[in-house]
């Protein structure tokens, strides 16, 4: 069982890590052993990455000190050498890390150059997306990467419960859309077509981190922008295409957008205002947010919504 929220802010920036994280609080139940965000700030010039050099549970033991600040100083050399000039560089937790650089180059290389380093795995790249994913309910994760401080124009956030895989990083969402800049998707359901679509994919040059169907909806969807649909048409696409359970939402630098499949039995409400649109598997993660119940509508089968900042 996991559970999935989105906010998009029609009025400009808030206190998108608060707000992300009070929704994704109040769903605990639905998943407390990991909780992760992609999280959309106004565009910089500088890309940021978010990297990780190792899993949590690696974290502390023998030598990985050590290892460690190996691959991060083989992870800046790299940097240096693809021409990415690195601005700023930290970790909250010694394992996960955030960088910012000025490069004006094909991500597809930095990522596959980067993920070389052993241990390495990209979270995120792009202008205005960063992917922050870790074990524990929202708060523990928000108070571990300082989210709090975080403002922004949109997120989308999932918490999992772990089921069928094991409780890492690598199987928590969301799901950067490799190689592209600014995608992100969460997804409650499964892909009974996963197989077929992650062979297709390959074979266009793709690589995934995980054997979780909720990134290739995130590569997929990213493939249709990058041919030129826009991601309403990505998305309806997207229906036909799939096959399965599922209800899933899907950010960009710009956009917001949720879709069911056509028997929409994963649930997804939301409410909508003049500034402000909400959504999240439970009615009780929407009252978390704006402090009061409202009035909230399902989504209905095949039905797929995006919003713009």
């Known amino acids: 069982m996991c559970g999935i929220a989105g906010i998009i802010h029609r009025d400009g920036p808030s206190d998108m890590g608060v707000e992300i994280t009070k929704m994704l609080q109040s769903m605990k139940h639905r998943g ?12 910089d010039d500088l890309v940021a990455i978010r990297f990780m050099l190792a899993e949590p549970r ?24 693809i021409g990415a000039d690195l601005a700023t560089i930290h970790s909250d937790t010694g394992y996960a890390f955030r960088a910012t650089v000025r490069y004006d180059g094909d991500l597809k290389p930095l990522a596959d150059y980067l993920e070389d380093v052993p241990g390495c795995e990209v979270l995120s790249l792009g202008s205005s997306l960063e992917i922050v994913k870790d074990l524990g309910d929202a708060n523990t994760v928000m108070e571990q990467y300082s989210l709090d401080r975080i403002r922004g124009t949109h997120a989308i956030g999932h918490v999992r419960m772990a089921t069928e895989s094991d409780v890492d990083l690598a199987s928590a969402h969301p799901y950067w859309a490799y190689p592209f800049a600014d995608v992100a998707v969460v997804h409650n359901g499964q892909l009974t077509n996963y197989h077929q679509w992650r062979r297709r994919l390959e074979r266009s040059g793709h690589r995934f981190q995980s054997e979780c169907d909720s990134e290739i909806i995130a590569v997929y969807l990213a493939e249709k922008l990058e041919e030129g649909s826009d991601l309403e048409t990505a998305m309806r696409c997207s229906l036909d295409d799939f096959d399965g359970v599922f209800t899933y939402l899907v950010a960009t630098g710009s956009e917001l957008g949720v879709a069911k499949d056509e028997m929409a039995a994963k649930p997804l409400v939301l409410f909508e205002s003049d500034d402000l649109v909400v ?10 947010l704006v402090g009061r119940e409202v009035e909230t509508r399902d989504p209905l089968e095949r039905e797929v919504l995006t919003w713009q900042v």
Not at 32 to 43: I, N, V
Not at 279 to 288: G, L, R, Y
């Open 32 to 43: 407390p052993d990991s909780t992760g965000y992609a999280l959309y700030s106004e565009p």
């Open 279 to 288: 959504m999240a598997s439970e009615e009780m993660a929407i009252s978390a």
């Open 58 to 81: 690696e974290y502390g033991g023998f030598g990985i000190a050590e290892r460690l600040e190996r691959s991060r100083a083989e992870v800046e050399s790299r940097l240096a050498k």
